[in-house]
Nanobody, 119 residues
Framework: QVQLVESGGGFVQPGGSLRLSCVAS????????MAWYRQAPGSLRELVAR???????NYADSVKGRFTISRDNAQKSMYLQMNNLAPEDTAVYYC?????????????WGRGTQVTVSS
């Protein structure tokens, strides 16, 4: 089995910054891609940013220029640097991994970390 654990969420004022981390562990043969999703109360879960382990990344239009996704191959970790945060960024942020295990290719999710942006 594979576990994804997020950290780094918290409370920040508008214009502030946070850095989220996601660490993958368990039965990992290779990581194809990882992504950050978020879900605000009453809304659907939406893609924030995705990075392929080969390196290329894509972002939701709403976060382009403010958020940066990165990964550390050796640590099997992914990060999301969030700058110039706004109240509309308030949500639970989830880590998703598209991972080859010993047995199959599958998608795994973390439990989420809360980000609250408010004055």
């Amino acid at each position: 089995q594979v576990q994804l654990v997020e950290s780094g969420g918290g409370f920040v004022q508008p214009g502030g910054s946070l850095r989220l981390s996601c660490v993958a562990s368990g039965d990992i043969f290779s990581i194809v891609a990882m992504a950050w999703y978020r879900q605000a109360p009453g809304s659907l879960r939406e893609l924030v940013a995705r990075i392929r382990w080969a390196g290329d990344a894509n972002y939701a239009d709403s976060v382009k220029g403010r958020f940066t996704i990165s990964r550390d191959n050796a640590q099997k970790s992914m990060y999301l640097q969030m700058n110039n945060l706004a109240p509309e960024d308030t949500a639970v942020y989830y880590c998703r991994g598209d991972i080859n295990t010993s047995f199959r290719y599958d998608t795994f999710w973390g439990r989420g970390t809360q980000v609250t942006v408010s004055s």
